[in-house]
């Protein structure tokens, strides 16, 4: 896939790896991924709430988080606050969608999904 491909908004959600840290923490916001058309990728996550299944409580998040990288062959790595490593991007049914791993500068991981019409 052409990286160019990526460019653009992304609806995303953020969920914990196959259950470790137990509390069913959700995040959504909004990517944004920018490319220079080759290998060098930006993405900035606009966080914005925050779902806690043990208590059913919402939460606002605010601010926003730059991560940069490099795209090779269909994924991609990124360094900022922590750090990104999709895994694939692909398209079904005229909806894109993108996987992957988001490690917290603490070092727990979370499943980062990307999704849009």
Not at 7 to 16: D, Y
Not at 49 to 66: A, I, R, V, W
Request: with cysteine.
């Amino acid at each position: 896939m052409n990286p160019n491909f990526l460019a653009g908004g992304w609806k995303c959600c953020f969920t914990e790896k196959n259950g470790e840290n137990a509390s069913g923490v959700e995040r959504y916001l909004h990517a944004n991924i920018a490319t220079d058309g080759k290998q060098v990728l930006k993405v900035t996550l606009d966080w914005d709430m925050l779902f806690d299944p043990s208590s059913g409580s919402t939460y606002q998040e605010e601010g926003s988080d730059t991560f940069s990288g490099t795209w090779d062959s269909g994924s991609a790595n990124l360094s900022g606050p922590g750090a990104i490593a999709f895994d694939q991007f692909f398209e079904i049914n005229g909806k894109q969608y993108g996987t992957g791993i988001f490690t917290w500068p603490s070092g727990e991981e979370d499943v980062i999904l990307l999704v849009r019409p």
